[in-house]
């Protein structure tokens, strides 16, 4: 059946990309969660989707700028005022270290399409294998060169091109480059596409699904799985549509 993949953890209510988001995607039966990540200045890997941290935390500036310690001390909870309690720029390490007390799978997204961060694939396979999650990780990129890199570092993880427009036969693609699924963009991915891939082994799992009939498209040609920023509503579908079939 269709895996739901919360992205950036619960988005839809909860602040991205922050411990909370992910706690709350376990809660909602997500089958996993979607994560960007990014180097601070001294090196640590940090969860963070844009490379400015202006949109989603009180800092100004470029994530790469900032020590860990500095960025520790934002508020990543920004757009969300009416939280309890403030929410920090997690580590990658602190998300796995949490990952290994369950059984969800991650999608860990290499945002280094504008910034090199020379190291990162090295150091996000490090804490893979630290955290003995190779087998519940899957590394995706708009950067193909990255996950090929991680691939040849790693090849027992599996990485994912992300797709922003329509490829041509895109699991011929994905296999070229020993990848076993690509994440599209949902608009640019028609069913024909989706189907072909799967005959062909290779896994798909849209990007960011967030309206019902989307969804119910997806869960009828029994997609691998794609990414929303709302789990409830697209576990609650799942559910109904098991139920019918059934």
Request: hydrophobic share 40%; charged share 25%.
């Amino acid at each position: 059946m269709t895996e739901v993949i919360a992205h950036r953890g619960y988005s839809a209510k909860f602040p991205e990309n922050t411990m909370i988001a992910f706690h709350e995607a376990e809660y909602a039966n997500a089958d996993g969660i979607e994560l960007d990540v990014q180097l601070s200045k001294d090196g640590e890997v940090v969860v963070i989707h844009d490379e400015k941290l202006n949109r989603t935390t009180s800092g100004k500036g470029y994530v790469k700028d900032f020590t860990l310690q500095e960025l520790k001390k934002l508020d990543a909870g920004v757009l969300f005022p009416n939280l309890s309690e403030k929410q920090t720029i997690p580590t990658l390490e602190e998300v796995f270290a949490w990952l290994a007390t369950n059984t969800l799978i991650c999608n860990v997204e290499l945002k280094n399409g504008v910034f090199r961060y020379e190291g990162m694939e090295e150091k996000v396979i490090k804490l893979i294998r630290q955290y003995d999650l190779s087998k519940r990780t899957i590394i995706s990129s708009f950067n193909h060169y990255s996950i090929v890199h991680c691939y040849r570092l790693a090849p027992e993880v599996e990485i994912a091109p992300l797709l922003s427009e329509g490829l041509y036969m895109p699991w011929i693609y994905a296999a070229s480059i020993r990848a076993k699924g690509f994440h599209p963009r949902y608009s640019a991915v028609p069913n024909e596409v989706i189907s072909l891939s799967l005959e062909s082994g290779i896994a798909v799992r849209p990007y960011t699904v967030n309206k019902e009939v989307e969804m119910e498209r997806l869960f009828q040609i029994n997609c691998t799985a794609f990414i929303t920023d709302d789990p409830t509503i697209a576990v609650k579908l799942r559910d109904k549509y098991k139920k019918d079939k059934a």
